[in-house]
């Protein structure tokens, strides 16, 4: 089997993708814009070859670099990335090159566009908020009459992640919004007052999924990348049942095969007329790829599985053997980040020394994330939902 991986060496972390299909004797062939020697030498040593392009964002070189790996290993069976970023290039070279497994651009629309998403959202019969397409600010304020007032969250139909997202208080910010966004397609949706909880899962080929993983998100990820806020976030020791149920269903309504995938929801703080009572899940969006940063991993500390591996069998078998990568107990996993040029109450030397071996990862991040991730990050590994609170404000608190 010739799995091609699409930039393998960000996050540095998806070496281990790399890793686990080598091992389950996947020919693993690699593609990016890294010079061959500053990857990661465990990437280096996952991979049968690797094909260096001057730029990613250009199809050309991209088709050139599948052809070559055609040409030498013969039919291509997987082509993927597991970013986000990625996932139009990765679906055109899948069609252009016969690639069966994963999307084709003829599927990306629902899962790219946050209005599109809503048709899905009712199939599964997941509640969703309201939400129109901006074309002016009368009709924004003709939508924002109809639901009831302000606030209202207004983002890039096509965006990735929070960049670019307002939360619309007034009639003054409704107009700065439109003088100031950037030109592309927005939408306009209701405002939900919920905690941001995430149904993480690989899906199989057959839409079945290999695990279920929650984890549990700041009320607004806008904030935090606007107003340079310390990111702060856990995945959990067991999935809340309601959002088992939807995420499920959703998985089913967007007909979800072969994939690593990242859906979004709201578990409402109160009851929502038309929406739920307080608890309920509502839907957010869906992300076709895992969910940002190290959070693959943060899930193999939280579950002592790993998903790498589960992976890795349903790229080769289907996932016949996910429940064999189970070994151990479910814990929390914890992340909190700080930013440059803040100070905090507790030192660097201060959160080693009271989590000393509970902290699995320590790191300056890599540029990209410092707006919505942060400068700096602890992750750790902890035994109760009290516990991880405790270590959020320890490391958090400013001075």
Not at 92 to 108: I, Q, S, W, Y
């Amino acid at each position: 089997m010739n799995f091609i991986f699409i930039s393998p060496q960000f996050p540095y972390t998806y070496w281990n993708f790399c890793d686990r299909l080598k091992k389950a004797g996947v020919n693993v062939l690699a593609i990016g814009d890294e010079n061959y020697d500053a990857l990661d030498w465990r990437l280096r040593n996952s991979i049968t070859e690797y094909y260096k392009v001057g730029n990613m964002e250009n199809y050309s070189e991209m088709f050139k670099a599948v052809a070559f790996f055609s040409f030498k290993y013969g039919k291509i069976d997987w082509i993927e990335s597991n970013n986000e970023y990625w996932l139009e290039s990765d679906a055109r070279l899948r069609e252009d090159f016969n690639v069966t497994t994963g999307a084709h651009p003829k599927d990306l629309l629902k899962y790219k566009s946050k209005y599109e998403m809503k048709k899905y959202y009712k199939k599964a019969g997941v509640p969703f908020p309201r939400c129109i397409k901006v074309t002016s600010i009368k009709k924004a304020m003709e939508f924002i009459e109809e639901i009831g007032g302000y606030p209202v969250i207004a983002k890039p139909e096509n965006g990735v992640g929070a960049s670019h997202t307002y939360k619309i208080e007034n009639e003054s910010a409704l107009s700065e919004f439109f003088r100031d966004k950037i030109d592309v397609p927005y939408v306009m949706e209701e405002f939900i007052d919920g905690d941001i909880v995430s149904y993480d899962t690989i899906v199989n080929e057959d839409g079945e999924p290999l695990f279920e993983s929650m984890t549990v998100w700041p009320p607004s990820i806008a904030d935090i990348v606007n107003n340079k806020l310390d990111l702060t976030y856990y995945v959990s020791d067991n999935v809340d049942e309601k959002l088992k149920k939807a995420g499920r269903a959703t998985v089913k309504a967007f007909d979800v095969k072969g994939r690593f995938v990242h859906l979004e929801f709201f578990k409402l703080k109160k009851e929502k007329k038309g929406l739920g009572k307080k608890g309920d899940i509502v839907a957010l969006e869906v992300n076709m790829r895992p969910a940002g940063g190290y959070t693959p991993d943060m899930m193999n500390y939280a579950h002592s599985f790993d998903v790498y591996s589960i992976y890795a069998d349903m790229v080769l078998t289907g996932g016949k053997n996910a429940l064999s990568f189970k070994k151990g107990d479910d814990l929390f996993s914890a992340y909190a980040s700080r930013r440059d040029g803040v100070s905090y109450k507790n030192s660097d030397d201060d959160v080693k020394a009271k989590y000393g071996s509970r902290i699995v990862m320590n790191e300056r991040l890599p540029q990209l994330w410092w707006d919505a991730m942060g400068n700096y990050m602890y992750t750790v590994k902890l035994d109760t939902k009290k516990e991880t609170e405790e270590f959020i404000s320890f490391v958090t608190e400013r001075a």
